[in-house]
């Protein structure tokens, strides 16, 4: 590993590798969502002796997701109000301030932004106490 004498350049590299952890994480996400389809697949055909196949998978999903389990539940599954509730659900929340929306992935995405936005020439400055001050034009950014 090189050398690097810029704290700049440390916060840069720190920021590059929360990112790859970050799509690391996701991809274990889609892999372990991925696995608990099947598993509420296999849940819901194990019911199909005792319930029509419209109800097994709704209880599967209901016993796996809990509470939010209509915004995971399959469209042919549900009723047309069910399909027309969820999706009132997805527009208000997808609806106003994008930050306000967002999660932790779309906010780093907006800092990292406004970082090269205001980024310019900068000065760096340690402090007694080991905070950095960025200041760019006059104006100190942290």
């Given at each position: 590993m090189r050398?690097?004498?810029?704290v700049e350049e440390h916060y840069e590299l720190a920021i590059y590798?929360?990112?790859k952890?970050?799509?690391d994480l996701y991809d274990q996400y889609q892999e372990l969502d991925s696995k608990l389809d099947t598993a509420i697949y296999y849940l819901a055909d194990g019911?199909?002796?005792?319930?029509?196949?419209?109800?097994?998978?709704?209880?599967a999903y209901q016993l796996v997701h809990h509470d939010d389990w209509l915004d995971h539940l399959p469209?042919?599954?549900?009723?047309?109000?069910?399909i027309?509730?969820?999706?009132?659900?997805?527009?208000?929340?997808?609806?106003?301030?994008?930050i306000a929306n967002g999660d932790y992935h779309d906010l780093m995405l907006y800092e990292l932004s406004r970082v090269k936005e205001i980024k310019g020439p900068t000065r760096q400055k340690m402090t007694r106490d080991g905070y950095l001050i960025l200041k760019n034009e006059g104006k100190e950014l942290h």
């Open positions: 050398k690097i004498n810029n590798y929360a990112k952890h970050i799509y019911m199909a002796e005792k319930y029509s196949k419209k109800d097994a998978y709704r209880r469209s042919e599954y549900m009723s047309d109000d069910e027309d509730d969820r999706d009132n659900r997805r527009y208000q929340r997808n609806i106003g301030d994008d």
